[in-house]
């Protein structure tokens, strides 16, 4: 037996020798930049090679950003496109080394983890050839910079992931920010046909308040408001869809599919008269308003176009058609009825089992074709019980029993 074998009960140190591979993938998978990866690449090559030139082409985007990082040495000329045509003309496979007749080297990496790209590196002015050995010293480089490279893909993948929940996150409830980011699908690119509930809030005589207002206690005000009505909206699973001034455009069922979305709407309307109320004793205690805050609302349920909308630089994910007028019209005929919540008949045929409400008659409004069935919403039925606990999508739960009923839309 060699003296040098362990026997049961022995032990003995080890020492692992650090390489030059091993110093290179510890400085590059603590990098978060592509570009400093490519950078650390090059200085390393370079330093052993003493190569013509540098380059590292990606076929992933539009033709002047496939060069991703380029390092050409003095009185050297780096003729990119004529490598890259000369590796499609000899119709080699993606993943092979490929020694070109030009003198240069192309090697193929993954600058994403579903693409593949090639670096090419020019020979030595002095040799005009590659070595086996040099060769040898590169297969591992280009390990190292594949992992890299995947690194910085899912720190790019992680903040890109983050700034969309922080965006998302000021509109729709954190349960459907989930939703989108582990579904991209759910928001499509372009609009789709569906049927929803749409909301529109604005303050009654808040233009002449305005005017009287000191700008900074204006938008104090303001923010105030907005922020506790649009958090009503959100919590019941609504999507914030545009503010104008002291206004609100929202709608319920997009992009989550809610099949109770006009009780939602509703509900939320309920909750924001309430709020409105804590929010006026608050004010006014504070002695920014003297005249209470009134909120009209508007709603009704339709078939409509929700999708992206917009132009190439900017995109709102919104709700068109003529049933969002509707809900737009009936917020405005609150002033003819000297109400504060209207719905359309749309509307309460989906939500009579649940809430008490007052027809108004049929009403002509302007830019709507036909008369349309108006109804004031007053207050939630007794003996009904909407758990909204939680805005995953889950229906509401009804109870008629009036036995022990736990009203959870309390504030």
């Known amino acids: 037996m060699s003296s040098e074998e362990l026997k049961p009960g022995e032990y003995t140190k080890i020492t692992l020798s650090e390489t030059e591979y091993d110093i290179l993938e510890r400085k590059l998978v603590v990098f978060t930049k592509t570009h400093d990866v490519y950078r650390a690449i090059s200085e390393w090559i370079i330093a052993r090679m003493n190569p013509a030139f540098i380059f590292f082409y990606a076929d992933m985007h539009n033709n002047s950003s496939r060069i991703q990082y380029c390092i050409k040495r003095k009185s050297s000329e780096c003729q990119s496109s004529q490598y890259i045509q000369e590796r499609k003309a000899a119709s080699v496979d993606c993943d092979v080394v490929f020694f070109h007749p030009s003198g240069c080297l ?18 030595s002015e002095n040799d005009k050839v590659f070595l086996n050995g040099q060769l040898k010293l590169l297969m591992p480089v280009i390990r190292i910079l594949n992992k890299a490279l995947l690194y910085c893909e899912a720190d790019m993948a ?3 992931r ?5 965006a998302f996150s000021h509109y729709v409830s954190p349960d459907i920010v989930n939703d989108i980011l582990h579904n991209p699908d759910i928001i499509h690119l372009g609009g789709e046909k569906k049927f929803l509930t749409c909301i529109f809030t ?11 207002m000191d700008p900074i206690l204006l938008v104090r005000v303001l923010n105030m408001y907005l922020n506790e009505m649009s958090q009503v909206i959100i919590a019941l699973g609504g999507t914030i869809d545009k503010f104008e001034g002291d206004a609100i455009m929202a709608f ?10 006009a009780v939602r709407c509703c509900l939320a309307a309920l909750r924001m008269k309430r709020m409105e109320k804590v929010l006026n004793d608050q004010l006014i205690r504070e002695g920014l308003i003297t005249v209470p805050l009134f909120t009209r609302i508007g709603i009704n349920s339709g078939d409509m176009v929700v999708g992206n909308v917009g132009s190439m630089q900017r995109l709102d994910y919104t709700v068109i058609g003529s049933n969002v007028n509707i809900a737009s019209r009936l917020e405005n005929a609150n002033k003819d009825f000297n109400t ?14 649940y809430f008490v409400c007052s027809c108004l008659g049929h009403v002509t409004l302007k830019g709507v074709r036909r008369p349309v069935e108006v109804y004031q919403l007053l207050e939630q039925k007794e003996g009904i019980v909407l ?12 109870d008629n029993t009036g036995d022990d009923v736990q009203d959870l839309e309390e504030l």
């Open 106 to 123: 192309s090697i193929p990496f993954r600058p994403r983890s579903t693409s593949v790209g090639c670096v090419f590196i020019g020979a």
């Open 158 to 160: 992680r903040e890109e």
């Open 162 to 166: 983050n700034r969309l929940q922080d």
């Open 202 to 212: 604005d303050l009654q005589g808040f233009t002449p308040l305005a005017d009287s």
């Open 252 to 261: 319920f069922g997009a992009p989550h599919e809610l099949s109770d979305h």
């Open 340 to 353: 504060s919540v209207l719905i359309s008949g749309s509307t309460y045929d989906l939500v009579k089992d």
């Open 387 to 398: 758990d909204y606990d939680n805005t995953s999508g889950d229906d509401f739960t009804s």
